[in-house]
């Protein structure tokens, strides 16, 4: 399974966003990263290099690489309506972003080795493929063993307090969510320009 495995903590100083969860090191250096990153001067960017940070920012947030995040866009241009919702709700479907979102882990990165793992089951089949494309009506379920449910357990008291998306609803007790329907682009809240990610490769 392909994902990145570079530093964290300077990717999110370096766009000022807890990309990959909460982030200490951007609590405490909120600024960018390396000698001169405290004076907080910034070369004046150019429009390409400002679609392309959009586009990384997208990027790091769902853990892609550049192929993957490549072929979401391609397969976005292919289906009918706007592009940009298209990728970004081909993004939000994965199966380890409905795992975060559902709060069945605390960052996409946990989510995604939740599944790998073999922990997560869809409708009522292991699925151990992080990019599985969720539809409406998939019921997602923590795996009926001991060391599933102990796990996901621990996560669900981590992240008791954060809002599940209206798209989707979960029963704690039961570890178990479902996908009502596809999200629209208000609920999704994209931290990154999509346009701008539309535009660069559209070049």
């Known amino acids: 399974m392909a994902r990145y495995t570079g530093p964290r903590e300077k990717i999110a100083r370096r766009f000022g966003v807890a990309l990959f969860g909460p982030s200490k090191a951007l609590e405490l250096r909120n600024f960018p ?26 990027r790091y947030q769902y853990g ?11 397969e976005a241009q292919r289906r009918k309506g706007v592009t940009g919702e298209n990728l970004l709700q081909m993004l939000e479907l994965r199966l380890d972003n409905v795992v975060y979102r559902l709060g069945f882990s605390n960052t996409r990165f946990a989510s995604r080795q939740l599944v790998s793992h073999g922990h997560i089951s869809v409708n009522g089949i292991r699925v151990n493929i992080s990019s599985y494309q969720c539809k409406p009506g998939d019921t997602i379920t923590v ?45 999704i809240n994209p931290i990154a320009n999509v346009q701008l990610v539309v535009e660069l490769y559209s070049r």
């Open 64 to 74: 892609l690489l550049e192929k993957q995040f490549r072929k979401f866009f391609e």
């Open 33 to 58: 990263p390396g000698q001169h990153g405290a004076r907080n001067t910034r070369r004046k960017t150019s429009e390409y290099g400002t679609a392309l940070l959009e586009k990384q920012k997208l």
């Open 143 to 187: 795996r009926n063993s001991p060391r599933s449910q102990q796990l996901v357990g621990r996560f669900l008291e981590n992240t008791q307090g954060n809002p599940v998306p209206e798209w989707m609803t979960v029963d704690r007790d039961t570890q178990k969510g479902s996908v009502n329907r596809v999200p629209v682009m208000e609920e």
